[in-house]
T-cell receptor, first 111, second 116 residues
Framework: QKEVEQDPGPLSVPEGAIVSLNCTYS??????FMWYRQYSRKGPELLMYTYSSGNKEDGRFTAQVDKSSKYISLFIRDSQPSDSATYLC???????????FGAGTRLFVKA | SAVISQKPSRDICQRGTSLTIQCQVDSQVTMMFWYRQQPGQSLTLIAT?????????ESGFVIDKFPISRPNLTFSTLTVSNMSPEDSSIYLCSVEGPLRGDYGYTFGSGTRLTVV
C-alpha cells in the first residue's frame, strides 16, 4: 500500500463548477500538508500549505485536513479553464525528514 | 521566493550515453533536491545535495548512476549515466521554501528526458 493515495483522474468539469480533489494517507506522523499545481511542461508550484488539522482558504482555493481520517482535500470554487492542470498533494512528517507526494490528479475545466 | 533555472528543458538521448542536467538558483540555498517524475507516478526524491559534501541518496538510487555536483550555494548538476529507456522521465530540481511565508518546495521547470 502506498503511503499517499491520490486518484489520477482525469477529472473533467464545466467552467464555474466546484472541484474537490482528495488524498488519503497511512502515516500518522505526517503533520505538514501541501497542494501543488503542475501545468504541462512545467514544474510543480505550491498552492496551499496546512499544518496539522483544519481548514485554510486562499481566494478560490480551500484546503482541508482531517487527521483522524487521514484524509486531505482541496476545493476549487468557480473553476476556470486556467485551473486545468495536474494537482499533487504532498505531506511531510513531524521532523521534516520525509516528504511524500501523491501521483497527481489531472483536472480539465471546460469553457 | 527563489527562481530556479533548469536546463536542458528536454533531450532525446541514445542508450548507453550520459546526460548532465544543470540547476541554477537565483539565491543562495543550503540544500538542493533532485526528483524524478515518471508518467502516472508520484515525484520521487533521488538525492539531496549540500554544498561542500557528498550528496545523500535515497533508497534505490546510487551515486554511480546519478552523480551529483554541488560546487556552490546556487548551482547543482545531476548526471544520468549509462542511460537505458527506463531512465526516460522528467527530472526536477528543487529548493526548500518558504514561498509566500509557507512551508514547501520551489521547483524548476524540469528536464524531459527520452532515452531511445
Amino acid at each position: 500500500q502506498k503511503e499517499v493515495e491520490q486518484d489520477p483522474g482525469p477529472l473533467s468539469v464545466p467552467e464555474g463548477a466546484i472541484v474537490s480533489l482528495n488524498c488519503t494517507y497511512s502515516n500518522s506522523a505526517f503533520q505538514y500538508f501541501m497542494w501543488y499545481r503542475q501545468y504541462s511542461r512545467k514544474g510543480p508550484e505550491l498552492l496551499m500549505y496546512t499544518y496539522s488539522s483544519g481548514n485554510k482558504e486562499d481566494g478560490r482555493f480551500t484546503a482541508q485536513v482531517d487527521k483522524s481520517s487521514k484524509y486531505i482535500s482541496l476545493f476549487i470554487r468557480d473553476s476556470q479553464p486556467s485551473d486545468s492542470a495536474t494537482y499533487l498533494c504532498a505531506m511531510t512528517d513531524t521532523g521534516g525528514f520525509k516528504t511524500i507526494f501523491g501521483a497527481g490528479t489531472r483536472l480539465f475545466v471546460k469553457a | 521566493s527563489a527562481v530556479i533555472s533548469q536546463k536542458p528543458s528536454r533531450d532525446i538521448c541514445q542508450r548507453g550515453t550520459s546526460l548532465t542536467i544543470q540547476c541554477q538558483v537565483d539565491s543562495q540555498v543550503t540544500m538542493m533536491f533532485w526528483y524524478r517524475q515518471q508518467p502516472g507516478q508520484s515525484l520521487t526524491l533521488i538525492a539531496t545535495a549540500n554544498q561542500g559534501s557528498e550528496a545523500t541518496y535515497e533508497s534505490g538510487f546510487v551515486i554511480d548512476k546519478f552523480p551529483i555536483s554541488r560546487p556552490n550555494l546556487t548551482f547543482s548538476t545531476l548526471t544520468v549515466s549509462n542511460m537505458s529507456p527506463e531512465d526516460s522521465s522528467i527530472y526536477l530540481c528543487s529548493v526548500e521554501g518558504p514561498l509566500r511565508g509557507d512551508y514547501g518546495y520551489t521547483f524548476g521547470s524540469g528536464t524531459r528526458l527520452t532515452v531511445v
